[in-house]
């Protein structure tokens, strides 16, 4: 009889239960790894409220930490007993999108259609990290070693929001003195605005209403923040540049009044870059798109991935020019995965980020 493990798998729209499960068998490219700290995104909540498809009996999570317990055969360049990060997107390295540049979009393309996010496996189309064990497909394109200097906490945001939230930064092409405006504060909008300091932004304007993330916003780069249920934000936005609009607007959270918002503050050739997840038809209002005459470029990012991406990532967080483990706002064990599901789903009690420890 197959070994076993606990693993949060999905039940059915609105639950996620925590059950037994056979620890996976790895082929010769993968890596067994034992998951130490991982936690729960909201990608994670689309799919518990039925929101976002996966099958049934899957093994939710996409951001996990731990150590190698055991290597494929073809695997070389890590040992057993090594902790390693694997990044939310797994590209295989060798495909269409990895050989344009587009990891992320690895496995998207076929010849039935075009499927989005191709690159997402863990707690999509395969087995993920909310478990002990998880199989690391295409291992040598997609772990990274973690430093001893560093805690497991520290590194919880590289695999998925800090890679993501830079993404927003990068894709929006920040530069040294431009004006940013980032749609709401909340892990991946937080990591946008850190990404946007880092890239030159010298000046960050973050919209949200909740307190705590407004003054999380600051410690993250923000210059101003607002309070859209005191004061609409594309006006305080405008009054805010003297009416000249931001070089960039970045859409963090999918709805479509906030990617209308990032849209209207643009200056004449801004960019707006969107990481949000819609789960409506977005419009395009013909006047905040000054009739498809604007020069104003609408771009959209999907979390990079793969062990180049997560060195990245690792090496901004070990030389300290930024720190996101004040993200982790609650702590759990695996066993009470159900009941962090249901903080977090609900946004109860300031929750930013939660980390589960196995």
Same mark, same amino acid.
């Given at each position: ?5 606990? /693993? ?32 729960? !995104?909201?990608?994670?909540?689309? =799919?518990?409220? *039925? #929101? ?5 009996? $899957?093994? =939710? ?17 890590? %040992? ?14 060798? @495909? ?5 540049? !587009? ?17 997402? %496996? ?6 993920? !990290? ?39 930064? #990068?894709? *929006? #092409? ?8 980032? &749609? /709401?504060?909340?892990?991946?909008? $937080?990591? +946008? ?12 304007? !973050? ?45 963090? $959270? ?8 990032a849209l209207r503050v643009l200056r004449p050739g801004g960019?707006?870059?969107?990481? *949000?997840?819609? @789960? ?8 905040? &798109? +000054?009739?498809?005459? *604007? ?36 702590? &759990? ?6 009941? +962090?599901?249901? $903080? ?13 420890? =196995?």
């Amino acid at each position: 009889m197959a070994a076993k493990m606990k /693993a949060a798998i999905f039940a059915e729209k609105g639950r996620i239960v925590l059950d037994d499960k056979p620890i996976p068998d790895i082929g010769p490219q993968d890596v067994l790894l034992k998951i130490t700290t991982t936690t729960i !995104c909201g990608t994670d909540v689309h =799919i518990l409220k *039925g #929101e976002y498809a996966v099958e049934r009996g $899957l093994t =939710i999570g996409h951001e996990p930490v731990g150590i190698i317990e055991k290597l494929g055969s073809g695997v070389a360049g890590f %040992r057993e007993g090594q902790r390693v990060i694997a990044g939310a997107i797994t590209p295989s390295g060798w @495909s269409n999108a990895c050989l344009c540049g !587009c990891g992320a979009q690895d496995g998207a393309g076929t010849r039935h259609g075009w499927k989005a996010i191709g690159g997402w %496996r863990f707690g999509n189309t395969i087995d993920g !990290c909310q478990a002990e064990y998880l199989r690391v497909p295409d291992a040598m394109a997609n772990l990274a070693p973690i430093d001893d200097a560093v805690t497991d906490e520290q590194v919880l945001m590289c695999p998925d929001i800090m890679s993501t939230g830079f993404a927003g930064a #990068e894709t *929006g #092409e920040v530069k040294i003195g431009d004006t940013v405006a980032i &749609f /709401a504060q909340g892990p991946i909008g $937080l990591c +946008a605005t850190a990404g946007a300091k880092l890239m030159g932004a010298t000046r960050i304007i !973050c919209v949200d209403t909740v307190p705590a993330r407004l003054v999380m916003a600051k410690q993250m780069g923000a210059d101003e923040v607002v309070d859209f249920k005191k004061e609409d934000p594309v006006e305080a936005i405008m009054r805010l540049t003297d009416g000249r609009g931001v070089d960039v607007a970045i859409e963090a $959270l999918g709805t479509q009044a906030t990617f209308e918002a990032a849209l209207r503050v643009l200056r004449p050739g801004g960019i707006l870059s969107s990481l *949000g997840v819609y @789960s409506d038809d977005l419009r395009i209002p013909l006047d905040a &798109f +000054a009739a498809g005459l *604007g020069n104003k470029s609408i771009r959209t990012s999907l979390c990079p991935g793969g062990k180049e991406r997560m060195r990245r990532m690792l090496d901004v967080v070990a030389s300290g020019r930024v720190d996101l483990s004040g993200l982790v706002t609650h702590r &759990f064990k695996l066993d009470q995965i159900e009941m +962090a599901y249901d $903080l977090f789903a609900n946004q109860r009690d300031g929750v930013l980020k939660v980390a589960i420890s =196995i």
